[in-house]
C-alpha cells in the first residue's frame, strides 16, 4: 500500500506577515518535518482571492451557518450584528470581508509535503476562530481574535493562516497559486530519518 503522502496550500495571510510572523510559522512547519516545495510573497489582487475560495452556494451557505452557530453560542442577535439571519446573505458578505483582508497586505503562499500533510497542517493552525484554538496552535499562540469582535468591526476574522482542508481543496488551491509547474523537487537532509528507514 503507498503511504499517504500529500501536498497541502498554506498562505500566511497580511496579518502576519506585517506582524513578522512569517519566520515563526514557517519553522512550526518545518520542524515538524514537512517539506517545503513552494514558497512566494505575493500581492494578490481581488479577483485572484476570490477565486482562491471554492465559492459554490454550498460553501457560501457554510460560511454564514458556521457563523450563526457562533452568534447563537455567544448570546448575539444576528440581525442587529449583521442585519440579517439568512446564511446565504451572511455567507456573501463574509466572502467580500475575505477578500478584503487577503488584498489588505502581502501574503505568504507555500506549499508543504509530506505523510498526512493536509491534517498534520491543519492541526498545527488549529481551530479557524482563534479564541477557540489550542493555545499551543499557530492560530492559538498569536491570536485571540472571535466572530464576535471581527464582526462588530465589518472584517473577517483574522486567523493568520489558511491551510487546505481536502485533497480536492488542495489540488485546486495549488494549482490557482502556483500553475502547473511551480513546485521544487529535493531530498530533505533527514528524509531517511523521518521516513524510519535509517535504522
Ligand atoms: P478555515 O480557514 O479554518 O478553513 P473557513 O474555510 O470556514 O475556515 O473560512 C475561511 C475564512 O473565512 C476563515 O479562515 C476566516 O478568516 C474567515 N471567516 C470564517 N468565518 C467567519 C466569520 N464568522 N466572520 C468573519 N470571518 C470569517
Ligand atoms: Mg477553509
Redo the contacts with the bound molecule.
Sequence with gaps: MDAPLERTLVLIKPDGVKRGLVGKILTAFEEVGLKLVGLRLVQASRDHVANHYPNTPEWIRG?GE??LN?YAEHGKDPVAEMGTDDPMAIGEI?KG??ID?LTSGPVVAMVLEGYHAIGVVRKLCGH?LPLNADPGSLRGRFSSDS?VV??ALRR????LL??S?TVEEAAHEIRHWFGEEGLCSYRRADEAVLAGKDA
Design positions: 460560511m458556521k457563523t457562533s463574509i470581508w475575505n483582508y479557524t466572530p471581527a464582526n473577517a476574522i483574522q486567523n489558511h491551510a482542508s
